[in-house]
């Protein structure tokens, strides 16, 4: 089931001067950077309890984040929903006829399993649901 909103999902035209905003303007803790390779995306994250701020960037100019910025330039790019069984969730989500935009789970930021929900299918939001590596 759905247990917490793991994070709110920022896309960033200039990763380093995003990152400084939050660090510096907003005085967030910064958790580091990770670059995804099987999301093509590089993230950053700030802890912000109960849920956290992640600035996503295209990994070596590619990946849906490049996508999007092209499109839209920066702006809110998804909510995260953490599941304590993302299979489960993923069935019982698919049942109701959620689109997913994958066949199964990937792998996520901090060995996190990830799946997306295309943003038709909730009202033009586009959300993720992660399962932490700490609950697999
Ligand atoms: C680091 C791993 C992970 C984590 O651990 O947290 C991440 O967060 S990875 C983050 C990046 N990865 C993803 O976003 C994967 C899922 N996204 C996708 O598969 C695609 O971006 C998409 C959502 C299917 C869109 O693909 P695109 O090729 O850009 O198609 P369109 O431009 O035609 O968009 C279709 C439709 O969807 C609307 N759209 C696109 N992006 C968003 C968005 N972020 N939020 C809301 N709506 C979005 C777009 O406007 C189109 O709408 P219509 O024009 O009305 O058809
Ligand atoms: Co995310």
């Known amino acids: 089931m759905i247990t917490a909103l793991d994070h709110i999902a920022i896309a960033v035209p200039d990763f380093e001067k995003a990152i400084k905003r939050f660090m510096e303007d907003f005085g967030l803790t910064f958790d580091g950077t990770e670059d995804v390779v099987p999301a093509r995306t590089s993230t950053a994250f700030f802890p912000l309890p109960p849920t956290s701020i992640e600035l996503v960037h295209p990994l070596n100019g590619e990946g849906p984040i490049a996508g999007y910025l092209e499109k839209k330039g920066g702006g809110l790019h998804h909510l995260c929903f953490r599941s304590d069984n993302i299979e489960e969730d ?17 792998p996520g ?20 649901i992660n399962q932490p590596a700490d609950e697999h």
């Open 109 to 128: 930021a901090h060995g996190s399993k990830v799946i997306f929900i295309h943003p038709r299918s909730c009202d033009g939001v586009l959300i993720e």
């Open 90 to 106: 993923v069935e019982r989500l698919k049942a109701k006829g959620y689109q997913f935009l994958a066949d199964a789970p990937t």
